[in-house]
């Protein structure tokens, strides 16, 4: 069993910062790629950004420059430092990673139960 538990989100004045975390846990050989997506009501989920294992980056053009992502490989854990917020930021945030268990060969993904990033003043 593996499980991604997140926190850290909540409600921010425009312009504010808030940091998200994503812990991964359980039967874990190893993790590939981990990754922050989004999603408001009626919309698809999209990438917001993700890190590959060796801490290569990639970000949506909508949050380039003022969102982070890092992560702690021997926490198996994943990090999103969100600056210069705005209301359009607004939605559920969703933790992913390509996990590797033991009783297995291949990566597979899994995902956080998200967390809900509200700007509003």
């Known amino acids: 069993q593996v499980q991604l538990v997140e926190s850290g989100g909540g409600l921010v004045q425009p312009g504010g910062s808030l940091k998200l975390s994503c812990a991964a846990s359980g039967s874990i050989r190893s993790i590939n790629a981990m990754g922050w997506y989004r999603q408001t009501p009626g919309k698809q989920r999209e990438l917001v950004a993700d890190?590959?294992?060796?801490?290569?980056?990639n970000y949506a053009d909508s949050v380039k420059g003022r969102f982070t992502i890092s992560r702690d490989n021997a926490k198996n854990t994943v990090y999103l430092q969100m600056n210069s917020l705005k209301s359009e930021d607004t939605a559920v945030y969703f933790c992913?990673?390509?996990?590797?268990?033991?009783?297995?060969?291949?990566?597979?993904?899994?995902w956080g139960q998200g967390t809900q990033v509200t700007v509003s003043s």
């Open positions: 890190i590959t294992s060796g801490g290569s980056t």
């Open positions: 992913n990673a390509a996990v590797r268990r033991y009783t297995s060969s291949n990566y597979y993904p899994y």
